[in-house]
């Protein structure tokens, strides 16, 4: 039973305290005592029943409910029926400790909050043993018929045990998608991502405004095997309400055993990808030798043929009618086969339209426009929480091309979207996107220029500069950077910057002095806004 179980319909007539986040606690036993340090005395999981004899002042009360956490209790009820009303000192004391405090009014026995909770626990216990072959059974057999949506409704209905399949990106695999929002899963991938990067041992615990969850991976690297580094970005993970290691050893294993099943489902899923990761293969080698329009679209057909077996229309009329994106995708400081597997995943969806090919650092992906193209920003939030999971040299780099209104259009596509990659490549951030409306932009042009040629550049405009501001606790980049947006108007940038005309004059001076440039050139003012911009 849980903690909150006292407080159901039926239930002795308690009232909570404190610590209303941790209701979802597993209660396993009762123990009643008045000792001052009971602690040698738990084993956990217990709800520590009080008469509060112990208590003789605020600070006893603060080593009472420390003592008890630290032996493991998972919430104490405390009898008004000796010392009068709970003091506020011992709602304090638990709200520091986060230990769900009830009160057991003057006519509630100590005997029949015992007897509630031995008659709850041991249903539960004999059900757990009774049903345990067959529970397994039906699992089974759910999964082999409806699926992962059917193995979680069955849990929901048999066990009250809320769980989620979720990809790395924080949609929805399998469960009740409705009863997670998407800021939580949002939290709790990235929570997941970033205890899979530190290698921590699952499951991992994550603490949202709803409760406590419980994080275990369901992929290639849930095995009992040395984790795939290359695939922990790409993993399914398992998100179970409420806290695995406080629950009972066999609740905990049929936890345990839900996450195989749900990682033999991933790898099962994998596998009738195969052909579809040969087709991609095959197309990204048409394009690269720019062959034959007819031969891209047979490669097309096939692919949407597959993916036609989940859909009304028929594939020969989605190959003519539609048009394709082409994405390319780059990683740093990631394990080979990374950026693959998470667009896979983040971009394969249940119909599994994107064609995804690539190896070792790169990846290019071709996917139906369908009635609106895939917007750069989308893609971005998309990816968003793989932030997480990338570590301090981790980054994807991704351009999207325009629509290709035929096949034959896609291999300047896949050069758009080549050029495109770059401009998010000299960015700033982890997961980095650019679209094919900023190809026309300069961005573009600074893109195209060596690394060590754009260094060179930026150095000799702005290096004087920075470090005057730095020597003389000044304000020149920030002046120039204002002088450069107000399109040179002396009047305007001063008002942006709060200084007086005079003292914006000075400034842009000290700047020509120290550059030997004339702000009042239109040649030199571009040159000042591209150094700034490779900054």
């Known amino acids: 039973?849980?903690?909150?179980?006292?407080?159901?319909?039926?239930?002795?007539?308690?009232?909570?305290?404190?610590?209303?986040?941790?209701?979802?606690?597993?209660?396993?036993?009762?123990?009643?005592?008045?000792?001052?340090?009971?602690?040698?005395?738990?084993?956990?999981?217990?709800?520590?029943?009080?008469?509060?004899?112990?208590?003789?002042?605020?600070?006893?009360?603060?080593?009472?409910?420390?003592?008890?956490?630290?032996?493991?209790?998972?919430?104490?009820?405390?009898?008004?029926?000796?010392?009068?009303?709970?003091?506020?000192?011992?709602?304090?004391?638990?709200?520091?400790?986060?230990?769900?405090?009830?009160?057991?009014?003057?006519?509630?026995?100590?005997?029949?909050?015992?007897?509630?909770?031995?008659?709850?626990?041991?249903?539960?216990?004999?059900?757990?043993?009774?049903?345990?072959?067959?529970?397994?059974?039906?699992?089974?057999?759910?999964?082999?018929?409806?699926?992962?949506?059917?193995v979680l409704d069955l849990l929901g209905g048999d066990l009250d045990l809320d769980c989620w399949v979720l990809a790395p990106t924080g949609a929805v695999i399998a469960g009740p998608a409705d009863r997670l929002t998407a800021e939580d899963r949002d939290q709790l991938v990235r929570a997941h991502l970033a205890a899979q990067r530190q290698?921590?041992?699952?499951?991992?615990?994550?603490?949202?405004?709803?409760?406590?969850?419980?994080?275990?991976?369901?992929?290639?690297?849930?095995?009992?095997?040395?984790?795939?580094?290359?695939?922990?970005?790409?993993?399914?993970?398992?998100?179970?309400?409420?806290?695995?290691?406080?629950?009972?050893?066999?609740?905990?294993?049929?936890?345990?055993?839900?996450?195989?099943?749900?990682?033999?489902?991933?790898?099962?899923?994998?596998?009738?990808?195969?052909?579809?990761?040969?087709?991609?293969?095959?197309?990204?080698?048409?394009l690269r030798r720019d062959a034959d329009p007819a031969e891209i679209s047979r490669t097309l057909y096939a692919s949407s043929a597959m993916a036609a077996r989940y859909e009304s229309p028929e594939p020969k009329s989605q190959v003519q009618s539609a048009s394709w994106l082409v994405l390319s995708a780059e990683g740093t400081g990631l394990p080979e086969g990374t950026v693959r597997a998470v667009l896979e995943e983040a971009l394969g969806g249940t119909t599994d339209r994107a064609l995804v090919a690539g190896a070792g650092n790169g990846a290019v992906v071709v996917l139906p426009a369908l009635d609106t193209p895939v917007p750069a920003d989308t893609l971005r939030e998309l990816l968003a929480p793989l932030e997480a999971g990338l570590g301090s040299e981790g980054r994807i780099t991704l351009g999207v091309s325009a629509p290709a209104s035929e096949a034959g259009g896609l291999r300047g596509a896949?050069?758009?979207?080549r050029h495109a990659r770059r401009i998010a490549a000299a960015r700033v951030g982890r997961v980095c996107v650019a679209g094919p409306e900023e190809l026309a932009s300069h961005v573009l042009l600074l893109a195209a220029v060596p690394d060590e040629v754009r260094r060179a550049f930026r150095s000799r405009l702005l290096d004087k500069v920075i470090a005057y501001d730095i020597e003389h606790q000044a304000d020149l980049v920030r002046t120039l950077e204002a002088f450069l947006r107000s399109d040179g108007s002396w009047t305007r940038c001063a008002g942006q910057l709060h200084v007086h005309v005079n003292t914006l004059r000075y400034r842009i001076g000290r700047i020509e002095e120290l550059t030997g440039r004339d702000l009042s050139r239109l040649e030199d003012r571009v040159d000042f806004y591209l150094a700034l911009e490779l900054a």
């Open 1 to 150: 039973m849980r903690v909150r179980d006292l407080l159901a319909p039926g239930a002795p007539r308690l009232r909570l305290l404190a610590a209303e986040e941790e209701l979802d606690r597993q209660v396993s036993g009762v123990m009643t005592t008045d000792l001052h340090d009971p602690g040698r005395y738990l084993h956990g999981g217990e709800l520590v029943l009080t008469g509060m004899l112990w208590r003789g002042g605020p600070a006893d009360s603060e080593r009472f409910v420390r003592t008890i956490a630290a032996g493991g209790a998972v919430a104490l009820a405390a009898g008004e029926a000796e010392v009068g009303p709970v003091p506020e000192d011992l709602v304090e004391a638990c709200r520091r400790h986060r230990m769900p405090l009830l009160a057991v009014p003057d006519d509630i026995a100590f005997g029949t909050v015992t007897e509630f909770i031995g008659r709850q626990v041991s249903a539960d216990r004999a059900a757990d043993l009774a049903a345990l072959v067959d529970r397994h059974r039906l699992l089974v057999s759910a999964a082999g018929g409806g699926g992962l949506d059917a």
């Open 199 to 286: 290698r921590r041992r699952p499951p991992h615990r994550a603490r949202l405004a709803g409760g406590a969850y419980s994080l275990l991976p369901a992929g290639a690297s849930a095995g009992p095997e040395e984790p795939q580094t290359g695939s922990l970005l790409a993993d399914w993970v398992l998100a179970v309400a409420g806290d695995v290691t406080e629950w009972t050893t066999k609740r905990q294993q049929l936890a345990e055993n839900l996450a195989r099943l749900v990682a033999a489902e991933r790898h099962r899923r994998d596998e009738g990808r195969r052909l579809r990761r040969r087709l991609a293969d095959e197309l990204l080698a048409l």
């Open 414 to 417: 896949l050069e758009e979207a």
